[in-house]
Structure formats: C-alpha cells, structure tokens
C-alpha cells in the first residue's frame, strides 16, 4: 500500500467520548501535520511534526492530543469536544527533499 | 505574514469551456505555489506546482504560471470535462515547510 492512509474515514462521537484518529504514510516522509477542514473556511493547520517531534502547535484547544510513536505514524487523540469541532480532520506528510505535501482522504468527524 | 487570496465560487461551467480561477498571494522570501483539488469525499491531491518565478506547472489540462510581479498564480484549462468538477486550492510554500492555503473554489461543470 502506498501513500497516505486515514482511520476510521467516519466517525461520530458524543461529547464526553474518547476517540483516536490515525494516520499512517508509507512514503518514507520525515514531516507529518494535522490539518482541520471545516465548512466555509480556509484550511486550518493544527499540529507538525518532524521526526517525530512536534514543530508547531497552531494554538489547539487541549481536547485535541497528537501523538508521533514513529515518522510512519500520526495520531490524533480526541476527548471532551464541541459541536464545532465536527470538520474533516486531514493527515499529510512531506520529505526532507521536496516541499509537496501528501494528503491522505480524511476523517469525517461529527460530534453530537 | 504569508497569505493567499482566491477568487470565491462557487463556479458552475458547461462541458468544453474554458476555466480561470484566480489566486494571488502575498509572502516573504521566495515562495513555491502550488494548485490541489479536492474531489468529492477525498482529501487534496496536488494538482500542479512552480518553485521560482515565470515557472508554468502544468498537469492533466491544467496550467497556471508563477508571477512575481503580479503575484498571481492564476489556474487555467481549455475545455473542462464533468470529472474536473471539484474544490480547488492556491497555496503557498515560503522558508518554512507551512503552506497556507487559499479558502478554497467550488467547480461545478454540467454535461
């Protein structure tokens, strides 16, 4: 399997649920990011790592949690949210050798 | 700081004609600007790039050339097919690995 996989593609969760999306990329990329895409707005980066330390933490609220075990694999740990945090939460990842990032097809997340 | 700004949708076209959507940008350094796309249900997929100045990306139809002095990277194709009917984003690369992207344009081609 190639390129940038994401689970579940769907999830809906309560607001007093724990949930985990994952992200794996099998194209040996060092960088991975967490972005949030809602409707009607621009992208939205969350988090960056770099070999497996995180680089960036674009002013999240705590309910969102990542975690890098390894360059191959990125999660994103999700308790307490809102309503508003439903989106389609987009894994990517890049190369030290070029500056295009890969995206992976999303988490259509809903929070009831 | 680095921004870029793309023409609002949505866009609804016929088969066969011609599309432009506009993207300009504004950033420090020396940026590379990219084109993704978006179908319906996925995530973005990189449809074209330029890394320097006058550069034309170009990719399945698409064109769209990078213009330093009107900082523009306006994407064009010649005659649409209802497959190409999806969101399309502008986005830039400065000195660091963040891209900003553009909020996005609908396009909607009918048979």
């Known amino acids: 399997e190639t390129g940038v996989t994401q689970t579940p593609r769907h999830l809906v969760m309560g607001m007093t649920n724990k949930k985990s999306l994952k992200c794996e990329q099998h194209?040996?990329?060092?960088?991975m990011y967490w972005y949030k895409q809602s409707a009607k707005k621009p992208l939205e980066l969350m988090f960056v790592?770099?070999?497996?330390?995180?680089?960036e933490n674009n002013s999240v609220p705590s309910r969102f949690s990542p975690e890098c075990p390894n360059s191959s694999h990125l999660f994103l740990h999700l308790h307490t949210l809102q309503p508003e945090d439903s989106a389609l939460y987009l894994c990517?990842?890049?190369?030290?050798?070029?500056?295009?990032?890969?995206f992976g097809p999303g988490t259509r997340l809903t929070v009831l | 700081g680095n921004s870029v700004t793309q023409m609002e949708g949505p866009v609804t076209l016929s088969e066969e004609a011609f599309l432009t959507i506009n993207c300009t940008y504004t950033a420090t350094g020396y940026p590379s600007l990219f084109w993704y796309v978006q179908y319906p249900g996925e995530g973005l997929q990189l449809l074209l790039k330029a890394t320097k100045a006058d550069d034309k990306g170009s990719n399945k139809g698409f064109e769209a050339t990078y213009r330093k002095e009107t900082t523009s990277f306006h994407l064009e194709k010649g005659s649409v097919q209802v497959s190409d009917s999806a969101v399309y984003f502008c986005?830039?690369?400065?000195?660091?690995?963040?891209?900003?992207f553009g909020a996005g344009t609908t396009v909607t081609v009918r048979a």
């Open positions: 194209l040996g990329h060092n960088a």
């Open positions: 990517a990842s890049s190369g030290p050798d070029t500056d295009t990032q890969y």
């Open positions: 986005a830039l690369r400065s000195n660091d690995y963040k891209l900003s």
């Open positions: 790592y770099n070999f497996k330390e995180q680089t």
